[in-house]
């Protein structure tokens, strides 16, 4: 009884905690940024675990990332609507991409589909590189127009320069995922993806619709990482092919996931709100260039010595400290 | 005639599989009726396995057709097949692992009809349990019960996807004199509850002590159909068995 | 018309080099089942190490290459000793361990040698042109050509004219009949991954003599390999450097037809192309 | 006979589990030089695992095997055929993408100095492999690659030969030529050990051989005598026959 509480009161706090220390800790801008981007990449690693939870280890999501951004960037660029619009609407090109990936896909499993995906974000990069007339090749987009700002009655919410105005922006996004993470872990639905994953065979054998449930997943799972390329672009206000389709987008969720523990609903968060402002607070004021290697080396380790990730082991800790 | 064609459960006509230019099934033709245990022997290498997967979709056929209840249901993918009523439990169990027992049920009954489950799924799975002798080990995840209870589990979940088939595939192999026994009242009960089942076995004991009809398969070529006494007495299922097909082409060897 | 020619000469000369850096790639894999994905990053390693005795040891890149011999077997062999640890399933466990290996090769190497594009620049290097035609390669690339040629036909008498290739190839095709034939498959693993390193630290300076090194631009090699291991099979040398003169004829074409910026495009695409036509088509038993 | 000679091979309180569930208990068993050794039993009864085991594919949980004087239980695979135990796996399969030469070589892998002598050996039992030589193996008959696969088998210069299921599949023109060859072989101071369901055939020439049902060794006797067993005849081949 107490510990079903407890699993209920953990999250709870934590929440709590991430949205009341701004109002304490009223200037902090570089921790705003970090926490923001660590929300920001938490949605980024549930996306790609939505995916990874029907089987599948994708090597290639920046491939919806940098559609999503660019797909927003252009749309804004060319039409002058609001980001407000493009980003719902831009990430649909990743989206797109994801159902291609599910049609072609269809038949790869395991080592062949993560090389498939892989392979697959050379073609928008390359694509998208060498389009220069429509999206200005490998300069980039500059000058992305930034978030608008909301007023709600007294309340102005200025997401366009404002950090902390961001990062509860992106903390009230990350909380969606995660329900959204929850939701594709506990529903009859989820189970359905669990089925397919340990056990595709007998899965399809139970009635499991594996093609269209896995189809479903990558359709979340490259929406959600299409919204994130789209805000990303917004955010930052200038993108270019090599920076939104490279290799660190596709691996970073990755990294993110495993670390904190795939097939647990808090686990690509708790990894990205660990590792990331681990990287970014600690990491890169030493290692200006090259601190990124810290998530090549954290897979390693991981898959080497704890495959679960690190939620079971918190939570044995847990055990161990109420006993 | 139309009357007899009505009480097909299942067909097949004129199945035919060869893999990499072996041919591992010829001209297959059978019929299952609605309500009866049917038997399929034959020893390793005969091609049940394969008629079996070819019936579940997982393997596709050559050649022929598979009829339910009198629709084609060839090219069917595997969960279509389900929904339409034919459950199996595979020779080599392949249960979710991390999935408790009770929860590998479970997905039975959520997934296996088209129509939404009963609210009560989970009382039933655990009468389903109960039922094939795994009750105190619903909450054990799967990947840690031995092979018997693997086997045990798998009759269970393909029970829970509520079949009007069930395909029971080398039922008897590795379990102990007092399990098959088991395995045989659970069988013929399930036969008596209105349930079409086909099971093959290359232990003859149990399949031709609970089959209505058997029919004999030998190198992918069924030899004979009938009652199970008729079966075993015909002399080319006897060569099948004994290897004397072999041995009589044989010269006598000084021991 | 001689330009097609030249264009066909430039990709049989590309070709060699690929085949050179799928051979390494090709031979790890089909022993030991390991996909490397930080294949191209060791490359890249290799080639930034030919590049600094060049650069600050005013060593000419034709001596480095025994260097990058000798140390590369070592990672290589690290490489090993790492992979050795993993879990079942052992070939998806060991991708997703190398593109990890990969994200930090790529960082640390950002990290010792800057984002900047690098190439070790042999000073009048002279033009060789074919008699009586203006097809022409430089001394670079001739030398590229050469010694790509020169490595794949060792590998290749190696594995089909020595009792230790013989041993390798029937530890590629099947590994319980190798087993049960006397060979030791375990010490068979260590021997590939140390002519998969040999065949790695050869490829870094061929590579740093003829393409720009980049710290992220080791993807690409390891792309070519996996296509051209996926097109030819398993440990076959022949059929690695047909595949490796194809890829290289189509980059080069690509490039002339379509512009050098599609020219990366070739290898996705065909890798692509093979995996959802030949799927698990490389694989043999074992 | 047996008494005085000590045994080549002998196995003893060998067990194995698999998936946590035990599925040979406790197995006892002999095979003299120079003689065939029958081990016969139903589908699943374990007469593949207990190869496995004697030619190091799979460790045992208990249980010794000794091998000519020599401790087999705790070497690797490969060790074990250095020291003469040769195992030809059911299926017997080759090196599909190597010539039959080229298979054949890689069996003598162990023993390369008589690579030439054996190489006339195995051709002159099976003449066709010496016009197939050039032959990549995969692309021959199931038959012909047992022949291959046998052969390769020679190759290594086998004190013991362990054999799972040779007939299965084969023409019975085959089998036939197959039982010549160990005859050959048993002359030339070949040991054997052939696990089979066929096993009528086998057990009229075994000398020495044993019933093995759900992981145990429950019959063993000279073969013509345990062929004429009730309980052989209701195990291997069902009630009322």
Partial sequence: MFRFRLSLVLPLAAALVLALWPLVWAEADLYFQVFGMACFYGVLAVAWNIYALSGAISLGHAAFFGLGAYGSALMSCYLQWSPAVTVPLGAVAGAAYGVLWGLLFKNLRGVYLGLATLASVEIPKVIIDNWSSFTFGSLGVVGIAPLPDLRLGGLELAFGTSLKAQYYLLLLFLALAGLVHRYSLVSRWGWALRAMRENETAAAMLGVEVFRHRLQALLLSSYLTGLCGALYAHLLGLIEPALVFSLHISALPLVLSIFGGRFLTWGPILGALILYPLDQLLLQPQFPTGHAALYGLVIVLTILFCPQGVAPWLRKLRQIAWN | MAAKAASNCLELRHISKSFQERRVLADVSLVVREGEIFGLIGPNGAGKTTLFNIITGLVRADEGQVLFHGQDITHWPPPRICHAGIARALQLPAPFPEMTGLENVLIGCWFGKRQAAAPDSEAQARELLARVGLQGKEEVPAGQLNLIDKRRLEVARALATRPHLLLLDEIAAGLSPAAVKQTAELVTALRDQGLTLLVTDHYLNLTLQVSDRVAALDQGEIITVGSPREVVRHPEVASAYLGTREAKTLPEAAP | MWLYAQIIVSGFYLGSFYALIALGFSLIFGVTHAFNLAHGELIILSGYLAYVLWKYGQVSPYLSIPVCLAVMPGVALLLHLLLQRLKAPFELNSLVVTFGLALFLQNAMLFAFSADYRLIHLGGSRIFQVPGTPISLTAGQLWVLSLSLAATGGVHWLLYGTFLGKALRAAIQDRQAALLAGINVTAMRRTAFLFGGMLIGLAGPLYALSMYLHPAAGLEPTLIAIVITIFAGVGRTRGILAGGWLLGVAESLAAFVLGTGWRELVSAVVLLSLLILKPQGILLKG | ?241
Avoid at chain 4, 88 to 106: A, H, K, Q, R
Avoid at chain 4, 118 to 124: A, G, S, T, Y
Avoid at chain 4, 172 to 183: A, E, G, I, N, S
Wanted: glycine share 10%; with cysteine.
């Fill in chain 4, 1 to 241: 006979m047996k008494a005085d000679t000590p045994p080549l091979l002998a196995v003893e309180g060998l067990a194995v589990s698999y998936d946590r569930l035990p599925v040979l208990h406790d197995i006892r068993l002999q095979v003299y030089e120079r003689q065939i050794a029958a081990l016969v039993g139903p589908e699943g009864a374990g007469k593949t695992t207990l190869l496995n085991v004697i030619s190091g594919l799979i460790r045992p949980e208990q249980g010794r095997i000794r091998f000519a004087g020599e401790t087999l239980e705790n070497l690797p695979a490969w060790d074990i055929v250095r020291r003469g135990v040769i195992y030809v796996p059911e299926g017997s399969p080759v090196f599909p993408e190597m010539s039959v030469l080229e298979n054949l070589e890689v069996g003598a892998y162990v023993h390369r100095a008589h690579l030439e002598a054996r190489l006339e050996l195995v051709f002159e039992v099976f003449p066709e492999l010496r016009e197939l030589r050039r032959t990549p193996a995969g692309v021959l008959s199931g038959g012909q690659q047992r022949l291959v696969a046998l052969g390769r088998g020679l190759m290594a210069g086998p004190r013991l030969l362990l054999l799972d299921e040779p007939f299965l599949g084969l023409s019975p023109k085959l089998v036939r030529r197959f039982c010549d060859t160990f005859k050959t072989l048993l002359a030339q101071g070949l040991t054997l050990l052939i696990a089979s369901q066929y096993a009528h055939r086998i057990l009229q020439v075994a000398d020495l051989a044993y019933l093995m049902e759900e992981g145990r060794i429950t019959l063993s006797g000279a073969g013509p005598d345990i062929l004429k067993d009730q309980h052989l005849h209701q195990v291997l081949f069902g009630p009322g026959l």
